[in-house]
């Protein structure tokens, strides 16, 4: 019975309830669709537990200080500040793209955020240069995934809740897979522009670069001041997140300034997805709690021990699945249904909690850019006004490297694991 879990979900998905209810609804629902309903008495407690964890304390102060700079004109600053650095390469506003992806993800942490921001000022930029539209909204959507996986990433908090991981270690953690990622697209973008004679930015027309840092420099230093405060034992997550705040507020107010109404309309957003989010991590330990009644977990592992998958084996059609559940889930949903299934038999296979949080984390946001359902993909196609499947197409290319890189990722866990190792924060 176990088995008429998705199809509830898809009914209450059908229905066009918000992504909180439909997760909280669907987890009860599934108590009475398994005759498990005679264990709801103990959920609460199973709730709470799942959701008294301190490091989920960060999750809200970094949504919101990412609210607070999106809405403070720190975008402009960034992208001066890449021009200044890359533009004057061949195919340099792609560079520009890429790197201001890079600036933007140690900031926000949001794909589609990232993706909203530069297709209103890099694509309409890149198409008056003499780049195809279609290539401006393809490099824009590609290179925005980079921001769930550079720190601070809500979706590694998400994690790392979850499975009761360190969220000081993921952060570091994703460092270099992010930039490998970045470095990845700045070679495709390099290739494109040679074969088709992309423009380079005019000495003249690039602004100056030591002027450009300093315009930048709060802005480029939010993920310093995270980052670095975690890793020197300075502040843990959460105390991290609440000077981010304070930063955000006062880089915000050196940029464009912040009225009131932003303000509380930061905080609003701050609130509302904090709620959803919580609503989802108590679903989760619903979940949880019914895949153990059920024996999900192990009934899993019998049967990938039937089939002789073998850890790698395991590992590559979890990726498989993973990748599918980007293409048509919210990240946040795919998190909460999958996870605490599969990454428990992982983790027995021999799989490193944090190695394992950063390739299904990379994975689901390759998600964000394949259709049918890639919401980088719509926000891009939405704001520019290109057709959305000719942009899927587009895209192709670019997909295929991030695919390429999450596989070598997944056969090289030291990407993962080096800076957490090295740092004294993970064995």
């Not at 809405?71 to 560079?95: P, Q």
């Not at 890429?98 to 694509?123: E, H, K, Q, R, Y």
């Amino acid at each position: 019975m176990i088995w008429l879990v998705p199809f509830a979900i898809a009914a209450l998905l059908a229905s066009g309830l918000a992504l909180a209810y439909v997760v909280g609804g669907a987890a009860v629902l599934s108590f009475f669709l398994t005759d498990n309903a005679r264990y709801l008495a103990i959920l609460p407690q199973k709730v709470f537990s799942q959701i008294s964890v301190f490091a989920l304390l960060s999750m809200p102060l970094f949504i919101l200080a990412g609210e607070l700079m999106n809405r403070g004109g720190v975008t402009k600053a960034l992208i001066d500040v890449s021009m200044a650095l890359v533009g004057r390469i061949r195919g340099g506003l792609g560079h520009v793209n890429i790197m201001t992806s890079v600036f933007f993800a140690g900031i926000s942490g949001s794909a589609i955020a990232d993706a909203a921001s530069l297709s209103n000022t890099l694509v309409p930029a890149m198409e008056e240069r003499g780049y195809n539209k279609l290539y401006a909204g393809a490099i824009t959507a590609a290179s925005s995934i980079i921001g769930p996986i550079v720190p601070p990433s809500i979706i590694l908090i998400f994690y790392g809740a979850i499975m009761q991981t360190s969220v000081a270690a993921l952060f570091v953690a994703g460092i270099l897979p992010g930039l490998f990622l970045a470095t990845a697209l700045f070679i495709v973008n390099s290739f494109f522009a040679w074969r088709d004679d992309h423009p380079r930015i005019e000495k003249g027309e690039a602004p100056p670069l030591l002027p450009a840092i300093a315009r930048a420099l709060p802005a480029i230093s939010l993920p310093v001041i995270i980052v670095g405060g975690i890793v020197f034992g300075w502040m843990t997550p959460t105390e991290a997140a609440a000077v981010a705040v304070m930063a955000a507020g006062l880089a915000a107010f050196f940029y464009d300034g912040l009225s009131l109404r932003e303000v509380h309309e930061s905080v609003s957003r701050t609130a509302m997805l904090t709620g959803s989010i919580f609503v989802i991590l108590s679903a989760i330990a619903a979940f949880g709690h019914l895949a153990s009644l059920e024996r999900v977990p192990q009934a899993i592992a019998a049967l990938i021990s039937d089939i002789g998958l073998g850890p790698v084996g395991f590992m590559l059609a979890m990726n498989l699945l993973f990748i599918v559940a980007g293409m048509f889930l919210d990240i946040a949903l795919a998190l909460a249904l999958i996870v605490p299934l599969l990454a428990p038999v992982a983790l027995a296979n021999g799989a490193d909690p944090i190695h394992l949080g950063i390739v299904i984390c990379f994975n689901l946001t390759v998600g964000l850019v394949t259709p049918p359902l890639g919401g980088c993909l719509l926000v891009v196609s939405t704001v520019t006004g290109l057709n959305y499947w000719a942009l899927a197409r587009a895209i192709i290319p670019f997909v295929v490297v991030e695919i390429i890189v999450l596989g070598i990722i997944i056969f090289v866990p030291e990407i993962s694991l080096l800076l957490p190792r090295a740092m004294g924060l993970w064995n």
